[in-house]
């Protein structure tokens, strides 16, 4: 089937630490996102990237970073510098000429 | 600047009765519109959508109407059943934007009881 996988689905990390958050999707789709979820706050743009090795920062990239080396792959990295993690992250996938996302389940990261 | 808004962040409703959810827009470049719902530590599936060249569409229980004088949307779940019960985001998309980037209002979350 296919599909958005994010790994893990819940991760703890140390303060200070980086951390990468995994996002693979099978689906041929050209564009792949990650948001963030807070509570009152909705879907928060973190990053995008329509093409292979080419990547954009949506609204709140501050501490975050990407890379896009694969068409199926946008792995998201939370930096020491990103000032509270604590959230819960979606990756999501479309394709060229047709609106909407598919969404992957999440991954919920804590600091601790 | 909050481009896409959902005023109410909740939402009670009995089972069987009509569920009226509702989404503010400001960006007249936005011309195309959906409903996702999303359940507590999954991902959001999308639920239906709206072009700006329709005021209607339907699919089922669910019917989205938009006005776009008001720039105004709104998703009506009738009847409204338990398993409903979600959190509810609408999302826009602006014309020219090949790749079809959408923009979130921040969510409504929708009870339906017994």
């Known amino acids: 089937d296919g599909g958005i996988t994010q790994s893990p689905k819940y991760l703890f990390r140390k303060e200070g630490q980086n951390v990468t958050l995994s996002c693979e999707q099978n689906l041929n789709h050209d564009a792949m996102y990650w948001y963030r979820q807070d509570p009152g706050q909705g879907l928060r743009l973190i990053y995008y990237s329509q093409i292979v090795n080419d990547f954009q920062k949506g609204d709140i990239a501050e501490g975050y970073s990407v890379s896009r080396e694969k068409k199926e792959s946008f792995p998201l990295t939370v930096t020491s510098a990103q000032k509270n993690p604590t959230a819960f992250y979606l990756c999501a996938s479309s394709i060229r000429g047709r609106r909407g996302y598919t969404f992957g389940s999440g991954t919920r990261l804590t600091v601790v | 600047d909050q481009q896409v808004k959902q005023n109410s962040p909740s939402l009670s409703v009995q089972e069987g009765r009509i569920s009226i959810l509702n989404c503010d827009y400001t960006?007249?470049?936005?011309?195309?519109f959906l409903w996702y719902k999303k359940y507590p530590a999954e991902g959001p599936t999308f639920l239906i959508s709206i072009s700006s060249i329709k005021d209607k569409n339907e699919d089922g229980r669910f019917t989205v109407f938009l006005n776009k004088s008001a720039k105004h949307l709104s998703l009506h779940i009738v009847p409204s059943q338990p398993g409903d019960s979600a959190v509810y985001f609408c999302a826009a998309s602006a014309y020219g934007t090949s790749y079809g980037k959408l923009t979130f209002g921040q969510g409504t979350i929708l009870t339906v009881h017994p």
């Open positions: 960006n007249s470049m936005f011309d195309y």
